[in-house]
């Protein structure tokens, strides 16, 4: 299912519009600027898609990354967890 | 042999009323109508919303979560129950008013600039970590409208933060997965009568 909010929030920041369930059928335009089409919106969605992967990706990266050098530092795993919420998931 | 009281009009020695009928049969107490449920009408969004709405300023009504009540009596009261289920891109936001025919009631006192609210979250300080949020996403309002047109209560988000997207119903990552969930939001009119 292609997550139409996603695409607006990520490719029409500044807009105004409201979004009614799931459909392009449930878009409302409240700026100036012309609506998108549901093609438009359509062709974005595997970018949005991959950008959305990628950040999540790169987030659970940098949470690594941390927890490596905290480890690296002597701390345990708990201590990495009770002190900065790392490490839990 | 069974007996049987007829009566349209029970009076006590004063002749004053106490209890009258109607032709269907109801009976109704003089002096003991303050209270009651007169009728009851009440919207479930069950599919979601989501919406850019500009900075420092309302949403429109939220699609699918309004209900329309018309009181039988101007001296009748409403009761509003609802329940918001809602998030916010940015900022860890969700405010919201209620609002009668675009009117918001049953919001907070006015406070110079500060917006005036039903209810909502936000943290409590953004500079302290370990400020508790201020939260409480739903209300209940005793509403006197003095009024027997149809009314439409309707939520209003409230947005703070200049960029983000409000979203009603399901998380911000709505991504297909047995990790994210869908809710549903509801709210609730009842006539209670004077």
Redesign the interface.
Same mark, same amino acid.
């Given at each position: 299912m292609i997550d139409y909010t996603a695409i607006l929030t990520a490719n029409y920041e500044g807009s105004a519009w409201s979004l009614n369930g799931d459909t392009y059928d449930g878009l409302t335009w409240l700026s100036d600027t012309p609506k998108p089409t549901q093609q438009e919106l359509d062709d974005a969605w595997p970018a949005v898609q991959q950008a959305r992967q990628d950040a999540i990706a790169a987030e659970a990266a940098a949470k690594q990354s941390a927890i490596d050098k905290l480890a690296a530092l002597g701390l345990s795993v708990d201590e990495i967890r009770a002190a900065f919420g790392l490490g839990g998931d | 042999m069974a007996s049987i009281l007829r009566f349209d009009n029970w009076q006590n020695s004063d002749g004053t009323s106490i209890a009258t009928t109607d032709a269907s049969g109801n009976i109704s107490f003089a002096g003991s109508g303050a209270g009651k449920i007169l009728q009851v009408v009440s919207t479930a969004k069950t599919? *979601?919303? @989501? $919406? @850019?709405? *500009?900075a420092e300023a309302f @949403? @429109?009504n939220i *699609? %699918?979560l309004e209900v329309t009540i018309t009181p039988t009596s101007a001296t009748s009261k409403v009761l509003i129950i609802c329940l918001l289920h809602a998030s916010h $891109?940015n900022y860890g936001q969700a405010n919201w008013r209620l609002v009668r025919n675009g009117t918001a009631v049953g919001v907070a006192d006015a406070a110079s600039s500060r917006p005036q609210l039903t209810s909502g979250l936000q943290p409590s300080d953004v500079t302290s970590a370990t400020a508790t949020p201020q939260m409480n996403m739903g209300a209940h309002y005793l509403d006197s409208p003095a009024s027997t047109s149809a009314l439409t209560y309707g939520v209003q988000l409230y947005n703070v933060n200049p *960029? %983000?997207?409000f979203?009603v119903n399901?998380t911000q990552?709505? $991504?297909?997965s047995t990790s994210r969930g869908r809710w549903v939001s509801t709210i609730t009119a009842m006539e209670v009568s004077a």
């Open positions: - | 599919d *979601t919303w @989501s $919406g @850019s709405v *500009t @949403s @429109s *699609t %699918g $891109g *960029t %983000g997207t979203y399901r990552n709505d $991504g297909d």
